[in-house]
Nanobody
Framework: QVQLAESGGGLVQPGGALRLSCAAS????????MGWYRQAPGKQLEPVAS???????NYADSVKGRFTISSDNPKKTVYLQMNSLKPEDTAVYYC????????????WGQGTQVTVSS
């Protein structure tokens, strides 16, 4: 089993920036893809961005051009640089990892709260 530790959330004004980090530990040898997800109040969990071991990235349309996902493969850590934050980005952000069959490898953690407000 893989364990995940997310950090980096907080309160930021519109237009501001935050950087989230997520470190994976445990049975990490099967990890192929690392991704960020978010859940806003009253809404369903949605994918935000992902990156494969080969460096292929994918972004939700709502964050393209503002968010950047990156990873440190040896450290099994994934980052999410969030710029030009908007109030609608307010959510609990979670990371998770998948194998090459796109199966989740970890239980969902507590996530990290991101609040964008003036």
């Amino acid at each position: 089993q893989v364990q995940l530790a997310e950090s980096g959330g907080g309160l930021v004004q519109p237009g501001g920036a935050l950087r989230l980090s997520c470190a994976a530990s445990g049975s990490t040898q099967s990890i192929y893809l690392m991704g960020w997800y978010r859940q806003a109040p009253g809404k369903q969990l949605e994918p935000v961005a992902s990156i494969t071991l080969l460096g292929t990235t994918n972004y939700a349309d709502s964050v393209k051009g503002r968010f950047t996902i990156s990873s440190d493969n040896p450290k099994k850590t994934v980052y999410l640089q969030m710029n030009s934050l908007k109030p609608e980005d307010t959510a609990v952000y979670y990371c998770n990892v998948k194998n090459s069959a796109r199966q989740l490898l970890a239980n969902w953690g507590q996530g990290t709260q991101v609040t964008v407000s003036s």
